[in-house]
């Protein structure tokens, strides 16, 4: 599985911690930025990662900002992306097992990296369980198409 990761200034420190984790799984990952403190637009991080995953390059998409929220409503104005953010474990299985989510986002300002590990390890672990949800996820899709804008 390749995985796209980046994350804002707001998110640098967890981004360095996650990397090590995907290291240490053996994870296929691209670090996408950014690479410093100085401050970054967390709508441009944000597209880099959902355009990776939109464009079939990546299979899933790891996103870090201060709260986690500004890269999640960013990538998910990108057709196809189905961003979560997820800041407990239940909720990272539960955006893959019901929502066949493709990215995830987490806040650095929010939780510890500790916490932050296990959820990128059951988020990634987690299969979409299709089922009931297929319809569901499909039904996002529709809402996409009502505006005018391809999905994948
Ligand atoms: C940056 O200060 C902060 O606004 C950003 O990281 C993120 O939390 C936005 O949602």
């Given at each position: 599985m390749k995985v796209a990761l980046a994350g804002d200034h707001g998110g640098l420190k967890l981004k360095g911690q996650i990397a090590n984790f995907f290291k240490e799984w053996g994870i296929d990952y691209t670090d996408f930025g950014t690479f410093s403190e100085d401050p970054v637009d967390y709508p441009d991080i944000a597209l880099q990662v959902a355009e990776a995953v939109q464009s079939g390059d990546y299979e899933r998409g790891v996103i870090c900002c201060g709260t986690g929220i500004g890269v999640a409503i960013a990538a998910n104005k990108v057709p196809g992306i189905r961003a979560s953010q997820c800041h407990d474990t239940f909720s990272a299985r539960a955006a893959r097992e019901?929502?066949?989510?493709n990215v995830l986002t987490m806040g650095q300002r929010v939780i510890g990296f500790g916490l932050a590990r296990d959820i990128v390890k059951v988020w990634l672990e987690a299969e979409f369980q299709g089922g009931r949800h297929g319809p569901r996820v499909d039904k996002i899709s529709l809402i996409e198409q009502k505006y005018n804008r391809c999905s994948r």
């Open positions: 019901h929502n066949n989510a």
